[in-house]
């Protein structure tokens, strides 16, 4: 296959791979008042998506660095889609939560396996990161859009049913053109080190244990975010939405908006490094979250939005830092670390936004949270190397490097 073949089957994973994610946080609340629970009892049955979600990223991270990575994104689709099919097919929460788990399973596939191979292959890796977390946040908006729609119109079970259907064709096709190409796994890009930072193993380890930390409050950000977000709409635009296609429409619109974010931080990686521009972010994002604790109204939709764009902003630069320090033979278990870290805390953060839920504890103090563990992030950006405007070789001891750093 080609380079550019490939790429698009990527970023077409990974838009499937945050919508497959993101459907159910919209669906609980149909599911609530279909299966006669409580909001929080309802998102509770998510929790086995986003555990094994996470649980799975550090054998899928091994599988990356040993197989056909290829292969393994073709395997991400049919498994994924069969999934879907099953929780489609649901008849009580123990079936469904079966399948919620199937599906984190297989959705963890991606992010190890799809990134590393996106930093393998692309000519500029930060544009090409962007571009596919572009795709993967459109994933995002469609769940929330295409969900509350698919809900209301038809049932919940129709908003897994249709794109399941879908990603078993496509990763069916993509291992038959996987199979026709046949032959070596794609040549791998040197890229172009003109501006590169001074890449030492002490800086490597640095670089790692700061990607950890940002990992793992920003996971709390991010999922503490994409999750309550359709909640948080119908408590604090109630005048504007009071359905579950409004407030699908309201949050598919704020990710579809913030979806391209990804773009310019990407050029501006390329171009001056990661240090300033996380810093620049994560500034503006603890201030946002201050005000929407106890914000309500109308002014809550576009405070919301420049939030979410800031988020989505981030995403890509912790496998940049990763894809632009540390060597390729340890990459793809260098990613599925740091998912395994912001997936973990987002598969805590399910049951506990329920809990605060049923407890009265509601987003002033949630938002206030979040700002909080953003403020931590802010920290340890601090401490990123300055890169400077000159070229260097990678540490010429990535085996030492590995024993260091790598599980």
């Not at 930060?126 to 038809?154: E, K, P, S």
Request: net charge positive; glycine share 10%.
């Amino acid at each position: 296959m080609s380079r550019k073949e490939t790429l698009h089957f990527l970023n077409i994973a990974h838009f499937f791979d945050h919508f497959f994610i993101l459907i159910f946080p919209t669906a609980a609340i149909a599911i609530a008042l279909e299966w006669r629970m409580s909001y929080g009892a309802a998102l509770a049955m998510g929790t086995p998506v986003y555990v094994l979600f996470a649980l799975g990223t550090l054998p899928a991270g091994w599988l990356g660095d040993r197989f056909d990575r290829v292969k393994l994104l073709a395997l991400f689709f049919v498994g994924c889609g069969a999934s879907g099919l099953f929780v489609a097919l649901s008849n009580g929460p123990a079936t469904l939560m079966a399948g919620l788990g199937s599906l984190g399973l297989f959705a963890a596939l991606y992010h190890p396996v799809g990134l590393a191979l996106v930093t393998d292959i692309a000519i500029r890796p930060g544009r090409a990161l962007a571009v596919n977390g572009v795709f993967g946040n459109m994933g995002l908006a469609g769940a929330a859009a295409v969900t509350g729609f698919l809900a209301d119109q038809a049932g919940w079970r129709t908003a897994f049913l249709i794109p399941a259907t879908l990603s078993v064709l496509v990763g069916c096709g993509l291992f038959v053109r996987r199979l026709q190409k046949g032959g070596p796994a794609l040549r791998q890009v040197d890229h172009p080190v003109r501006g590169a930072p001074v890449v030492t193993r002490r800086n490597q380890i640095a670089v790692f244990v700061i990607t950890c930390v940002s990992a793992l409050f920003g996971g709390i950000v991010f999922n503490g975010l994409t999750i309550s977000l359709p909640k948080f709409f119908s408590e604090r635009l109630h005048h504007l939405a009071d359905d579950l296609t409004g407030i699908g429409a309201y949050t598919g619109l704020v990710f579809a908006v913030a979806a391209f974010a990804q773009l310019p931080v990407g050029e501006l990686l390329d171009r001056f490094g990661a240090r300033i521009v996380l810093i620049a972010l994560l500034i503006a994002q603890v201030a946002l979250f201050a005000a929407l604790s106890f914000l309500d109204g109308w002014i809550v939709l576009p405070l919301a939005l420049a939030l979410v764009v800031l988020v989505f902003a981030e995403i890509p630069i912790t496998t940049w830092l990763l894809g632009r320090y540390l060597p390729r033979t340890i990459r793809a278990r260098a990613v599925s670390v740091e998912y395994t870290l912001s997936l973990g805390v987002g598969a805590a953060i399910v049951p506990m936004i329920a809990v605060m839920h049923d407890r009265g504890l509601g987003f002033d103090v949630q938002f206030a949270g979040l700002a909080g563990a953003a403020l931590i992030v802010f920290t340890a950006a601090c401490f990123l190397p300055r890169a400077p405007a000159r070229a260097a070789p990678l540490s010429p001891s990535p085996q030492k490097l590995e024993e260091t750093i790598m599980p």
